[in-house]
């Protein structure tokens, strides 16, 4: 249980782990997110599941390192064990009603928008994907999202693939397209981008789910860390997300919350105990 079956180097820092754990996978559903810890004294840290295999009893995570548990994340090898690997946890995504949906994946965002593309496509809906990123090299899943998608779109931001410039842009397009009306977005990646997603989609008055990769520690609600505003009402993202309507997500409270401790976690990162001490 919990070992690491397979592992790609998607990127210099963007690894795939695909994981043995039947009873997560027996029950994820897209929209879910599972807590880890590798050893006892490290954080626990949310990571949105990206694919699972009932069959095989296996749950695939992909993660980007940018901090020190991700790192040492990363070093870990097929055979190891990851010491505390909890799930499925939060609410399933619920689509918007309709037929024709556009799904957003940005940067290490790509990795949760592959399983609810995967899953409206095997509804039978009509899916058109944008994948964005910095360039080339931080891509992936292009494969993987080009069989569920009817339509598949790619931005950089130094145009080294597809179109240059961000997925907002291609976006546009697809909603001033007046040949199909567009009934929902569903958007996963940078706070910056969501939001940015948000704008347009709110100026044509289309529902849109966005995923909220809040601080957390616990995953039940108790501690509060990943508390967000939604509308005029507080939620957490771990038991009531972390997929919300994007319409009404406080995006600029999110951005402040998320920069809270990153001090703190600059001064783990530079000492050479990996998170023991």
């Not at 909890?86 to 399983?115: H, R, S």
């Not at 964005?132 to 292009?142: N, Q």
């Not at 567009?182 to 997603?197: H, N, Q, S, T």
Request: charged share 25%; aromatic share 6%; net charge negative.
């Amino acid at each position: 249980m919990n070992t690491i079956v397979l592992k790609e180097v998607l990127s210099p820092s963007i690894k795939k782990y695909v994981i043995d754990n039947p009873d997560i996978a027996a029950k994820a559903e897209a929209g879910q997110f599972v807590i880890l810890r590798i050893h006892e004294k490290g954080e626990r840290i949310p990571l949105t599941i990206a694919d699972f295999n009932r069959e095989n009893g296996t749950v695939t995570i992909i993660f980007q390192e940018v901090g020190n548990t991700t790192k040492r994340l990363g070093k870990l090898e097929v055979g190891d064990k990851i010491l505390d690997f909890v799930g499925p946890l939060g609410v399933p995504t619920t689509p918007p009603e309709g037929k024709n949906y556009v799904c957003i994946g940005g940067g290490v965002g790509i990795a949760p928008i592959y399983p609810e593309a995967k899953a409206l496509h095997k509804q039978g809906k009509q899916v058109k994907g944008i994948l964005g990123g910095r360039s080339k090299e931080v891509l992936f899943y292009e494969e993987e999202m080009g069989k569920v998608c009817d339509e598949l779109h790619i931005a950089t931001d130094d145009g080294s693939v597809g179109h240059k410039g961000f997925v907002t842009d291609i976006l546009k397009e697809l909603i001033t397209d007046d040949s199909v009306q567009i009934d929902g977005v569903i958007a996963v990646g940078p706070l910056p981008m969501m939001k940015a997603v948000c704008d347009i989609t709110k100026e044509f008055n289309i529902p849109t789910t966005v995923s909220l990769n809040s601080l957390m520690v616990d995953g039940t609600g108790m501690c509060g860390g990943c508390r967000v505003t939604i509308g005029n009402e507080v939620k957490f993202a771990c038991i009531d997300g972390p997929s919300f309507d994007g319409l009404k997500v406080d995006f600029d409270e999110q951005m402040r919350r998320l920069r809270m401790y990153r001090e703190e976690e600059q001064k783990v990162t530079g000492c050479q105990c990996g998170g023991e001490c």
